[in-house]
């Protein structure tokens, strides 16, 4: 069942006005936004040069703009990009056992004060491979861990705000010391949401019972957030839908081929995780994911891309000029989306990803 989408939500105090069945309005930090399915673009600019990049792609025309835990932090280029007050911030997302509630929680605090009430905590589980073998960390029970450690950081968040007493308690857990001397001020905007990344049944249950909203994979697709996803999530409250877009943006000066064959790659790389395969079964695909899987145990990562049919490519990702993908991504997502994120796998042009932002403007 698609639900009206909504805007991005700093806290449960946004007031909503004048709703009707297509379009919500919002107070967001003070300004008053007519709301509609929102575009975000990950932060690719060195640190130093955010806060400039960011004022370009608001210009443009984008909504947000996020970070994804790769080769560098995941909320230093936030804290940089926050104080503009211009787009949402958020981390699309934060891998979360690696990392203690209070630290998620203080980070969280800072970038919602410095943002005006436009950030959002992404947290994610990752892999087990990653979580224990990359972040030395533990992976066990990963649902029922993601669960008490949102728990333990909306219990961090209630202390903070309204001065409540901190006895958080869990299997995975323990929150009991409130230092006044270590405790921040309460926010103007309130504690910021926490959006969870989901895939899986279980995951998206989770998100859909103790979220503020999910956060989508890129690899995921139409079919797949519509017929297995989108159930599962509640209608009887404000809950905001992050959907992930693979896109492949085209200039005069684009080769088509070397787009795809990045974005085919990128796509292997995803689909060689098991957990993504109920992706591609949705499809009839599921049995390209143990190919995949055998070629990333023989190191044959080159070869991963040649496993993704045209059709395939079609399927989960949008290839055009930022006009027609503009125009494909509104096709593919209203009604299923409230945000969009684009992944954008290749280095692409930042004047053609300026330019999509124009375009959905436009």
């Known amino acids: 069942m698609l639900v009206t989408p909504k805007c991005f939500e700093p806290s449960r105090a946004s007031v909503t006005i004048g709703a009707t069945p297509a379009t919500k309005r919002m107070f967001m930090g003070g300004?008053?936004?007519?709301?509609?399915?929102k575009l975000d673009t990950v932060i690719d600019s060195p640190l130093g040069r955010i806060r400039a990049r960011v004022d370009e792609l608001a210009d443009a025309?984008?909504?947000?703009?996020?970070?994804?835990?790769?080769?560098?932090?995941?909320?230093?280029?936030?804290?940089?990009?926050?104080?503009?007050?211009?787009?949402?911030?958020?981390?699309?997302?934060?891998?979360?056992?690696?990392?203690?509630?209070?630290?998620?929680?203080?980070?969280?605090?800072?970038?919602?004060?410095?943002?005006?009430g436009r950030f959002a905590l992404g947290l994610g589980s990752q892999i087990r491979a990653h979580v224990e073998r990359r972040y030395s960390a533990d992976f066990e029970r990963p649902v029922g861990r993601m669960e008490a450690l949102i728990a333990a950081i909306r219990a961090i968040f209630d202390a903070?705000?309204?001065?409540?007493?901190?006895?958080?308690?869990?299997?995975?857990?323990?929150?009991?010391?409130?230092?006044?001397?270590?405790?921040?001020?309460?926010l103007e905007h309130g504690a910021p949401p926490i959006w969870l990344a989901a895939v899986g049944p279980q995951m998206t249950a989770l998100a859909a019972r103790v979220a503020d909203g999910i956060v989508t994979h890129p690899f995921c697709t139409p079919r797949y957030l519509q017929t297995v996803m989108q159930p599962k999530l509640p209608t009887d409250r404000p809950f905001t839908r992050v959907v992930g877009a693979m896109v492949g943006l085209l200039g005069a000066d684009s080769e088509r081929a070397d787009v795809e064959f990045a974005l085919r790659?990128?796509?292997?790389?995803?689909?060689?995780?098991?957990?993504?395969?109920p992706v591609l079964d949705a499809h009839g695909w599921g049995e390209a994911q143990p190919e995949l899987r055998r070629l990333t145990k023989a190191n044959a990562w080159d070869e991963l891309g040649a496993v993704f049919t045209d059709e395939m490519l079609d399927t989960i990702a949008v290839v055009g000029t930022p006009a027609e993908v503009s125009t494909e991504l509104r096709r593919r997502y209203e009604g299923?989306?409230?945000?969009?994120?684009?992944?954008?796998?290749?280095?692409?042009?930042?004047?053609?990803v300026t330019e999509l932002g124009s375009a959905w403007k436009a």
């Open 61 to 116: 025309g984008f909504d947000g703009v996020f970070t994804f835990e790769g080769p560098n932090d995941v909320f230093f280029p936030l804290a940089e990009a926050a104080p503009t007050r211009r787009v949402a911030v958020y981390s699309n997302v934060a891998v979360a056992f690696p990392r203690s509630p209070m630290h998620l929680a203080i980070s969280a605090w800072d970038l919602q004060q410095a943002s005006g």
């Open 31 to 37: 300004e008053c936004r007519t709301t509609g399915v």
């Open 336 to 352: 299923t989306a409230d945000r969009l994120a684009i992944q954008l796998p290749y280095g692409a042009d930042p004047d053609l």
């Open 160 to 186: 903070w705000q309204h001065g409540t007493r901190l006895d958080h308690q869990s299997e995975f857990y323990t929150h009991t010391l409130h230092v006044p001397l270590l405790t921040p001020p309460p």
């Open 265 to 277: 790659a990128q796509l292997g790389f995803y689909g060689s995780t098991p957990a993504y395969r």
